[in-house]
């Protein structure tokens, strides 16, 4: 699933707990900024543990183009992603 700054590939998992794999190439920017962007999505992940489905796990892949997100922006990205996709069947 594609955002305005985030790639989204999610996989079953086998009925575990989501998990949260990050990739943020050096297109994006240098050190810090691509810092920021995984600590962004490692809180918002964080704080949305509860509505994250099981048996899913979610790969994010930020996009070069775009610049660092905001904390907002990030958490509807995410979510809007989870929520497009249903949880696989067990």
Avoid: W
């Amino acid at each position: 699933m594609n955002s305005a700054h985030f790639v989204f590939y999610l996989r079953p998992n086998g009925g575990r707990p989501a998990r949260l794999g990050i990739t943020v190439s050096r297109k994006v920017g240098k050190a810090h900024d691509r810092n920021r962007v995984k600590r962004l999505l490692r809180e918002v992940f964080r704080r949305s543990r509860a509505l994250m489905p099981v048996g899913v796990d979610i790969v994010a892949v930020a996009r070069s183009e775009q610049t660092c997100p905001t904390l907002d922006e990030t958490r509807a990205e995410l979510l809007g992603a989870v929520v497009k996709r249903k949880a696989p069947t067990q």
